[in-house]
């Protein structure tokens, strides 16, 4: 929920907050985030529906992701078209509700994924034994349906909190004063106060979540590297897991180092609107536009990192484009590769991009 308020004169109204050539550099990068993560985020959802081998758990999570980061980006050309002209708002007050809840639903959707994701992670390597007979795919496809509804209604507050209003003490024509913006309502009644401290803990619990489970699954992972008599087969699936985890804290950092600029800015625009702090409100702007960058890198990074990281991915990704050859055999590491054998080890609570 990206809000851009103003806060200058009456008799002068801006088109915009920003100066023309940053507002240009902002449109130039993230309308080549839009063209990559499009196509990414689609590559993706493909992958994983088409193939049946790629249908995992830990994979419908991802596609999940893909979901969310793709509606994100559909919203773009109207986030820039506000950066542009967010005076006078010519497109109604139930699409400004409805932009604004569509972008809190699906970051809220984003984060309990990736928190879901990372606790099966944890289950099936920890407790490998307990997490096959716990997590299969018509639970985990329960549990992100359930994720999305939580989401939603976490998100639906924003119809009350957001609006379009009109300034009445200008001189100039109401109509031309129609902002999508906070409404008075909100922050006079508190509910925008409760939205920040609602977002806030849907950025702060889960990385915290993240930072212990992660903790948690590496010190297991280094016992067990420390184990020298080790089988082929648990040896392939250690580094099968390992190469896993690899993946997602990468995708886990990156989430939050684009992130955080945006709570940041969120927090600094809360304040300025009941401070009247000039000096908050101008870093809140220039923050406001950094996060919008970084929101949308976000949305589009992590096919980016899939494809980089994972060979299976990227295996996928040419049988989709007929590159690669279907009946071509799975890779496999093991120490049988070296006699000319493949084993499939895979099951479905290691296997993985």
């Known amino acids: 929920m990206r809000i851009y308020n103003d806060n200058s004169t009456l008799d002068h109204i801006p088109l915009n907050l920003h100066s023309i050539p940053l507002l240009t550099a902002t449109t130039v990068a993230c309308s080549l985030l839009f063209l990559v993560g499009v196509a990414g985020n689609v590559m993706t959802i493909l992958v994983v529906s088409k193939f049946r081998d790629m249908r995992t758990t830990t994979n419908l999570y991802l596609c999940s992701m893909a979901v969310s980061d793709l509606v994100i980006l559909l919203c773009m050309p109207l986030d820039l078209y506000r950066m542009w002209r967010y005076r006078p708002w010519r497109f109604g007050d139930a699409l400004c509700k409805l932009f604004n809840f569509v972008s809190e639903l699906c970051t809220y959707s984003t984060i309990l994924s990736i928190t ?77 106060g409760a939205m920040m401290w609602l977002s806030s803990a849907f950025f702060v619990m889960p990385v915290f979540c993240l930072t212990v489970l992660y903790s948690l699954i590496g010190r297991k992972l280094w016992q067990r590297h420390r184990e020298t008599c080790m089988s082929s087969r648990v040896a392939h699936r250690e580094r099968s897991n390992r190469q896993t985890i690899k993946m997602l804290v990468v995708v886990v950092f990156a989430f ?71 009946n071509q055999p799975h890779r496999c590491r093991t120490a049988s590769n070296l006699k000319g054998q493949c084993s499939n080890i895979w099951n479905e609570s290691t296997a993985s991009f």
């Open 116 to 192: 879901a994701l990372s606790v099966e992670r944890y289950l099936a390597i920890c407790f490998p034994l307990r997490a096959k007979a716990l997590v299969t795919k018509k639970r985990v496809r329960a549990l992100i349906l359930a994720l999305w509804t939580v989401s939603m209604m976490s998100a639906g507050p924003v119809f009350v909190v957001v609006g379009v209003e009109r300034d009445n003490r200008s001189d100039m024509d109401p109509e031309d004063t129609r902002e999508c913006k906070m409404t008075h309502y909100a922050l006079e009644s508190g509910l925008m």
């Open 256 to 326: 939050v180092l684009c992130w955080l600029p945006f709570h940041v800015g969120r927090y600094l625009q809360f304040r300025s609107l009941y401070t009247q702090s000039q000096l908050l409100s101008t870093l809140s702007g220039y923050c406001s536009l950094v996060s919008v960058v970084l929101f949308y890198l976000s949305a589009a990074i992590n096919p980016i990192l899939y494809n980089t990281m994972s060979w299976k991915y990227r295996r996928a990704a040419g049988r989709l484009f007929g590159i690669t050859d279907n």
